[in-house]
């Protein structure tokens, strides 16, 4: 059965985002060769993203690189909203309950993961007892400000379990 993983690069400050939203900063960073990376996106067979996301700022908007995993992800995509568009473009599924959506990603991811991609839907997810990994890049930058990889003011401690004979900064969830 697939895993819910989510992935991210973070600023060493612990943000995935600039202010509103903003990817720039990230573009720098694409460009360095990452093994675990390649190796995770073999192994991605559904993406789990919040509507902000979905909608969001793409580092690589406008290139041949743009979407996810720069570009190189084309598998199924659910995303979480309440508001989904009245006509939504081919291969985006747009689902209105969080439990809902992830049995439809895990369905379709099969023995795979499911990519959770934005920190709303990470912290849902947590709250929720269903993110069975993460993993977090690290880039050399400062933001200072913008989106938390996890920020849930009020959240209860999660234990977390680095991974045997996995890269640093990988964890089982619990």
């Known amino acids: 059965m ?3 993983l989510y992935s991210a690069t973070a600023s060493l400050d612990g943000y995935i985002a600039g202010p509103d939203g903003d990817m720039s900063w990230l573009t720098e ?6 093994p675990t990376a390649d190796r995770v996106l073999a192994n991605v067979g559904a993406i789990l993203a919040g509507n902000r996301t979905f ?15 720069g570009g190189r992800y084309h598998g199924p ?17 747009f689902v209105g309950d969080l439990h809902s ?3 439809q990603a895990k ?15 990470a912290r849902q ?6 993110l069975d990994e993460i993993l977090i890049f690290f880039a050399p930058v400062l933001l200072g400000d ?9 959240g209860a401690r999660v234990r977390l379990t680095p991974i045997p004979g996995e890269t640093t900064h990988w964890y089982s969830v619990g």
């Open 107 to 121: 369905a379709a991811a099969g023995d795979t993961y499911v990519n959770v991609l934005g920190a709303d839907i």
């Open 77 to 93: 995509v659910f995303v979480l909203t309440h508001q989904p568009p009245a006509e939504p473009p081919d291969g985006i599924t």
């Open 55 to 69: 909608g969001g700022d793409d580092p690589n908007r406008g290139t041949e690189k743009e979407g996810a995993f």
């Open 101 to 103: 959506a992830v049995e």
């Open 29 to 34: 960073h694409l460009t360095i060769d990452n």
């Open 2 to 4: 697939a895993k819910l």
């Open 146 to 154: 913008g989106v938390r990889m996890f920020d849930d003011p009020g």
């Open 125 to 130: 997810c947590v709250r929720a007892g269903l």
